[in-house]
């Protein structure tokens, strides 16, 4: 009796097991998964991703990163980072109306990739996930689209890129996003429809009016230039528009669920295509919590009144400490790297910005420019290296820290008040700024000596100073009647170097004695012990 009801009950538990996962992976309603859903660990722990925001137009190596749209613009207008392409590509592919972007696609064959280096450097580096460009306003997919004919399997490369990807993030176990920039081609493309406003060929159409027809014979035959450019204008109905956006919900469904990524991130502001993105968005979040029974996924755009949506800043950061994770993105030239463009950062521009990115609640998500053949610039692999080893040195201070109850300390190098109950940071914060392209450069002043930024973890306090240099630096935060409380700090040890630094602590500040080998050249990193953090 008692063995039959041992079975009975273990087959009640299983039951009750199977019923109540049904309950959890059944599809369910954006508001529903909102109910349960809170940002993963991988990703509030990670602080720092690897993005390569790369495709077909990174084969021409100037013209600006929006070189697709701008080749077919003698006249730019305000948008002169792209004024180069129209020359640049006469002179190296020929005039548009003959050779449009879908030869430059042809022409991509992304022969030096190698995604196994790729992840196995970047995660020696200190990238804790990574994002591969799915697409772009371009409307080229990087992936086997089944609902898109122009993708890197059938056309250029001849290679599943996020596929690729996708198994090498497998491989080395680290966390995999991709992300779309798709949703305005059909504005972004119309320039592929004109012609020359002057010269020998003026009025002769771009190749965006060339039919499916005019294929014949040609490398591009049983392809549909009206599938990459879009329909030109005067043939476009609303109805060919609504096709294009349950044709966008498709590929992304496809792309979100079949690569079974990690991080679905999108361009622009809102939800592409407003309600498709958004279902796309739902039915990636039920795929994922159906496959692996949780939700611990990231769906990140500028999305604002979404509290399941990571909250992007671009080439930027917050103004303060954001009670949600968040992240910033940047890049050192303009997405796709084009020589003819400067880089805007080196190892201690990018370094700053992290810090300050991590001191708030963020993430920095870091383009990686790679050259068209799929290999790292050099000169953008030395800047690498260094932010590598910079990261290496200080990781305790990074990974899985947290925001203390001020980011910083001595913001702008503003010198305190002796009133030591109050700080400076709402006169840093009336200084003005912005989320969005607030980012810091190598044209950027340089911080004070005595300006720093905090992290917490465990029972320690990190104090990153941005710009170290040798003697007192006085911080008023953590004086013992600073309104934050510290405690009585009993141990200061200089991170990298593992050495213990002088240090003194009274009402007014903590009065660290910072080395002149602090950070070597780059951001030092302190770990406080003893207070109450």
């Known amino acids: ?105 042809h022409q991509w064959k992304a022969e030096h990739l190698d995604t196994d280096a790729l992840l196995r450097y970047f995660k020696s580096i200190g990238a804790k996930y990574f994002v591969a460009l ?122 979100a669920t079949k690569y079974d990524v990690d991080m679905l991130w999108f361009d622009g502001y809102g939800f592409p295509y407003g309600k498709y993105g958004k279902e796309a968005s739902r039915v990636f979040l039920n795929s994922h919590l159906q496959k692996h029974g949780n939700l611990s996924v990231v769906v990140a755009g500028k999305i604002s009144n979404e509290p399941m949506v990571l909250k992007d800043i671009e080439r930027g950061g917050a103004s303060e400490i954001l009670p949600y994770p968040w992240q910033g993105t940047m890049t050192f030239t303009h997405w796709f790297y084009k020589k003819e463009i400067p880089s805007r950062h080196n190892a201690r521009t990018v370094i700053e910005s992290f810090t300050d990115m991590i001191s708030k609640n963020g993430n920095l998500l870091l383009n990686v420019e790679l ?22 040195r200080n990781k305790e201070a990074i990974y899985a820290s947290a925001p203390w109850s001020v980011y910083g300390d001595n913001f702008k190098g503003i010198v305190r008040t002796k009133d030591v109950s109050i700080t400076d940071e709402e006169a840093y914060k009336k200084q003005g700024s912005s989320d969005d392209f607030n980012e810091r450069t190598i044209a950027s002043p340089a911080y004070s000596p005595n300006e720093v930024r905090f992290t917490i973890k465990g029972k320690n306090l990190y104090v990153f100073v941005l710009n170290p240099a040798a003697g007192e630096l006085v911080l008023p935060s953590l004086g013992l009647r600073s309104a934050q409380h510290p405690g009585k700090i009993k141990k200061a040890i200089l991170l990298g170097a593992n050495k213990k630094i002088a240090f003194r602590q009274d009402d007014e500040a903590l009065r660290l004695t910072i080395p002149s080998s602090a950070g070597r050249g780059y951001t030092a990193v302190v770990r406080l012990e003893g207070g109450k953090y």
């Open 1 to 105: 009796m008692f063995k039959k009801l041992f079975v009975f009950g273990i087959a009640l538990f299983f039951a009750g097991l199977h019923i109540a996962h049904a309950q959890t992976t059944k599809d369910q309603s954006w508001e529903q998964l909102g109910k349960q859903y809170q940002f993963p660990k991988w990703f509030t722990e990670a602080k720092l991703g690897i993005w390569v925001h790369w495709g077909a137009q990174t084969l021409p190596d100037s013209g600006g990163g929006w070189y697709a749209r701008h080749m077919y613009m003698q006249d730019v207008g305000g948008q002169t980072f792209g004024a180069n392409a129209y020359p640049y590509h006469l002179r190296h592919f020929g005039h548009p109306s003959e050779v449009g972007f879908k030869d430059v696609i």
């Open 134 to 255: 799915a697409n772009h306003h371009d409307h080229f997919d990087n992936f086997n689209s089944t609902h898109h004919a122009w993708n890197s399997v059938n056309v250029g490369p001849k290679k599943d890129i996020i596929g690729l990807f996708r198994k090498s993030a497998a491989k080395y176990k680290i966390p995999f996003g991709v992300s779309s920039h798709d949703d305005r081609f059909m504005g972004w493309w119309l320039p592929a429809f004109g012609s020359d406003i002057s010269g020998p060929k003026k009025g002769v159409k771009y190749d965006g009016n060339l039919t499916k027809a005019d294929g014949i014979g040609k490398w591009w035959e049983g392809l549909d230039p009206a599938d990459l450019y879009g329909l030109p204008p005067e043939k476009r109905t609303k109805e060919w528009e609504e096709s294009v956006k349950k044709n966008w919900l498709d590929r992304h469904i496809e792309l």
């Open 371 to 392: 050259l068209a053949d799929g290999t790292i610039p050099p000169d953008h692999k030395m800047i690498l290296d260094t932010i590598g080893w910079w990261m290496n």
